[in-house]
C-alpha cells in the first residue's frame, strides 16, 4: 500500500545510506528526478563532499530508483500549488510535494526541516529517521 510521498532531499538521503526498500511504499513527484540529481552535484561541485565516481554512482542508483518509484504529475495544479507556496512562504518545489501529499492523503517524508514544520500544519510529515526507525 502507498503511504508515503518522498521529497528530493528524503530520496537523496536514504540513497546515500543504502536504503532503498523504504521507497516501495511510496511515490514522488515528476519534478524529483531533477531535484534530486541537482543535490549530487552540488555536494561534487560546490561543497566537494564526495568525488566525481561516487557521484556518478549516485546519479545511476538515483536514475534506477526513478524506474521503481511511481513519480506523479502536477499537471493542471499550477494555480494551487503557486498560492499554497506565496501562502506558506515556500518555494514552489517545496509546495509541490506538499500540495501532493494533501490531495493524495499521503504522509510527506522529508528531510527538510522547514518543509516538514510547514507541511504539519496540514498532512503527516517526517524525516527518514522517523522513517527508519520504525
Do not use: C, H
Not at 49 to 65: F, K, M, N, R
Not at 96 to 104: E, N, R, T
Request: hydrophobic fraction near 45%.
Amino acid at each position: 500500500m502507498i503511504s508515503y510521498l518522498f521529497d528530493a532531499s528524503s530520496i537523496v538521503n536514504l540513497i546515500k545510506r543504502g536504503l532503498v526498500r523504504p521507497l516501495a511504499n511510496g511515490v514522488t513527484i515528476d519534478l524529483v528526478l531533477y531535484e534530486a540529481l541537482n543535490a549530487i552535484w552540488k555536494e561534487y561541485k560546490l561543497i566537494g563532499g564526495i568525488d566525481g565516481d561516487t557521484a556518478l554512482e549516485y546519479v545511476d542508483i538515483i536514475s534506477g530508483v526513478f524506474e521503481a518509484v511511481e513519480a506523479l504529475s502536477l499537471r493542471g495544479s499550477e494555480r494551487e500549488v503557486f498560492e499554497l507556496a506565496a501562502r506558506e512562504g515556500l518555494t514552489v518545489y517545496d509546495a509541490s510535494y506538499l500540495y501532493a501529499a494533501m490531495k493524495d492523503g499521503l504522509t510527506l517524508v522529508t528531510d527538510d526541516q522547514n518543509l516538514k514544520d510547514k507541511a504539519s500544519k496540514y498532512v503527516s510529515a517526517i524525516t527518514t529517521k522517523d522513517l527508519t526507525s520504525k
